[in-house]
């Protein structure tokens, strides 16, 4: 790779200043045609709206977090297999991955399991011990 090619700074570069890093003002240019409003609105929306889902994730995975460790318990397993297990019970049962995890400690709490989660658990389990 001649040195022209290579990623980042060029010997001789010197550090950007701060004027350069500045947001750049969104008021003097035009506007894709497909956007509505300032040019700056749907990227702090898209901001916001991932500010959310990241909540949103963080407030889910202690209870994602202990299904898979019943699951551990349960079939004497490693945490990587009860992921593993989480996932494809989500993806067969067509089930959002946290419902999936709800409803594995609810049954620990004496909850019934809902019979499509309880089989494919079970197809879960038997793979699982079958390796």
Do not use: F, K
Not at 80 to 88: H, I, M, Q, S
């Amino acid at each position: 790779m001649n040195p022209s090619s290579r990623p980042g700074p060029r010997r001789g570069d010197t550090a950007p200043q701060p004027a350069d890093l500045a947001s750049p003002d969104t008021t003097s240019r035009s506007c894709p045609p497909h956007t509505s409003g300032p040019c700056s609105a749907r990227p702090l929306e898209a901001l916001h709206e991932e500010a959310a889902q990241l909540r949103t994730a963080m407030e889910r995975r202690p209870v994602i977090d202990m299904a898979r460790g019943v699951l551990m318990a349960r079939w004497s397993c490693s945490a990587d297999d009860a992921w593993e297990v989480l996932v494809d019970v989500s993806q067969h049962a067509n089930t959002r991955l946290y419902t999936v995890a709800e409803a594995v400690l609810a049954d620990v709490r004496g909850e019934p399991l809902p019979v499509p989660l309880q089989e494919h658990l079970a197809a879960a389990a038997d793979q699982l011990h079958a390796h």
